[in-house]
């Protein structure tokens, strides 16, 4: 697969990438050579390791040696003896000399910080520190290496951090720092879920096998590996792995414990398809407080349930699995091996679809690109090194944006800049005039209605209203009837002369077949109005808005659409029921239109953040993608929209027609004149298409899509300098009003906690 560049390259063919590791390109292979490998695909790429030191006598020389994969590893030798000025002075010269022939723009990459005295004067186009772990944490760190990582942050235009726990500890240390936990390459341990030879090694050791790779160094438990073989001599342990910084002589010897040694990448499939269960046995330490362990998927991938001791990063992104079990003491631990073993040998792989599931959009494919694209944004050209600084980053122009936007700049006096990665502001709530002068919804027909009068007051502020009661009717082959059903309804539909909201009551209630405890939203219109009426107007129609049966989902679906035993033919019954006279774009204009609010539009989140800082973010996009997706995408239907414009004066009689037939493609036509009170001889209609692909409309109403989002809804609740606000940051479906009550409640707790309660508080715009 191909890294995909960036629309606007600023980095041209001749771009090198010089990284700079303290892990050897031939020594396990992690995070460092997947990277590099995929961005080998764009640019050339120096791996650049610490030096090997021989006789005092020895000449300095790098040894060079290219790999199949594009990446060039490059290892200085250097004599004893030399003091670290020294070593330095001919490091830089060694490197400076390799580097003589390169007249492109440079790339410096550092894993470590240690590299920095003697590459700190490379000119680059950009700075990556690429912080994978805690290093001052681990035994045997090198002096100066705090020093030097204060220094480096200083120098960097970009801060990528190996998972969010260290993300939350590096995030003040610089104004681009961007998250990115371990990923796997799935298709290569998919491997370990078919039949392969056993490894000779491996081959006569006896079932059920637990088993641990990876390096074994002051990060393993060392007693819990013993007292796990101890509770369970009937279990082989198997370990595979380098011994690092830590005597060989010191780990636990059992009869059922075999240390394999180190393996390569391509056989590490091989050892995982004889396990039954694999082990991640950390210690709770320095070392790992920050860790995100690559193998977590990879034993995921290789169809693994997995054991592991309390790590932050494996908790948060794992933990809610059920093929992941959690667990501190030796007793908890024996327990939660002897479960996942069970579950391993039964029949239900139930655990195992959950994982592939989170897994399905993890790739280091998908890791490398987003990098790229930082790198790119942060390698343009600027005039000036210094960036602006906000206040506040709001991200998106639509409701919640505008309305969190508008109160911190009007209210707190705060310096505040907007971007939408659309070409607009106002969301989905966008209108415009077509080539008709007809003023239509882009995004589909958006009718403000709402009980709150602090909503109406507040809106008001920026629009006035032109009163307006909305009217669906329903096609039934040569019919048109009135949705919500009500009386009327069920008169034409059943050719009656119901005249009493007590008759039309009767009629549902013989109708209806009730359900004790519905738990879909099959049930739910079962129960209220039959099945005649669920197939006639609520399955069809359902099925192609959300792409599922009815019976699939939950039961606030159809539960949002009323069944009323009079004639009121109205689609809302609030008490305000109005559309912004000049239109949502003018409203939202006017709320922009703030001498503290600065926006840009067509501008992507993870760009702007590499060019500005700000103190506190207001992030209004899909949560799962702020969060790099990290447990996997959260499922939203999409619409597509077919726009058209008509020579004829009317097309429909109401605003909006639905079609509940499986037959018709599209669920609803609008005509926006209704909406609008525009006259014209000509009339501008929309078609209506549900579909999977497109931008996020409607969250998925599914109970484990909720589980899924509480999930991320947990990574934000450890983000507390974020404010999430509206649908795609809730994953819950608002009405427009509910978006504004919502972001009033959140701009009102977070105003107090932000300003003294003696401080007056502005009431009105500057």
Known sequence: MSIARPEHDYLDGSAVLLCFSHLRWDFVFQRPQHLMTRLARTMPVIFWEEPVVHAADAPAVLDIRGR????????????????????DALLSSLLKAHLAGHRGPLVRWYYTPMMLPFSRDLDAACTVYDCMDELANFDFAPAGLADLERELFGEVDLVFTGGYSLYEAKRTVHPSVHPFPSSVEREHFLQAR???PDPADQGGLPRPRLGYYGVIDERMDLEMIAGLADARPDWSIIMVGPVVKIDPMNLPQ????????????DALPAYAAGWDVALMPFAINASTRFISPTKTPEYLAAGLPVVSTPIVDVARHYGDLSAVRIA???DDFVTACADALAMRQGTDMGWREEADLVLADASWDGVAERMLTLIDAASRPTTSNVRPHYDYLVVGAGFAGAVMAER??????????????????????????????????????????TNSSEIVDYLSAFTAWRPYEHRVLASLDDQLVPMPINRTTLNLVYGLALSSESEAADFLASRAEPVADPQNSEDVVVSQ????????FFRGYTRKQWG??????????????????NTDDRYFTDSFQAMPADGYTAMFSAMLDHPNIELRLGTDFDTIRSEITFDRLVFTG????????CYGKLPYRSLRFQHETVDRETFQPVAVVNYPSQDMPYTRVTEYKYLTGQTAPVTSITYEFPCDEGDPYYPVPRAENQALFKRYEALALGCPEVLFVGRLATYRYYNMDQVVGQALAVYRRHAEQEMPSEAPVASERA
């Open 68 to 87: 199949a994969t594009g990446v060039t590893v490059v290892t200085p030798h250097l004599p004893a003896g030399l003091t670290h000025q020294a070593s």
């Open 194 to 196: 078919n039949t392969q």
């Open 254 to 265: 059992r009869p059922n414990i075999a240390y394999l040694g180190g393996k390569s990448y």
């Open 328 to 330: 501190g003491s030796l």
């Open 408 to 449: 911190l700049a009007s209210d707190m006096g705060k310096r505040v800049l907007v971007v939408d990665r659309r070409p607009h502001i106002a969301g989905n709530a966008f209108d415009h005039r077509d080539d008709a002068g007809i003023l239509v919804h882009r995004y589909g027909p958006h009718i403000f209605h």
């Open 529 to 536: 109005v039959g099945r005649a009426l669920y197939e006639t």
């Open 548 to 565: 599922m049966d009815p019976s699939e989902l939950h039961k606030s679906v159809t539960a949002r659409v009323p069944t009323r035993t």
């Open 622 to 629: 899909p949560i799962d993608e702020y969060f790099g997706f």
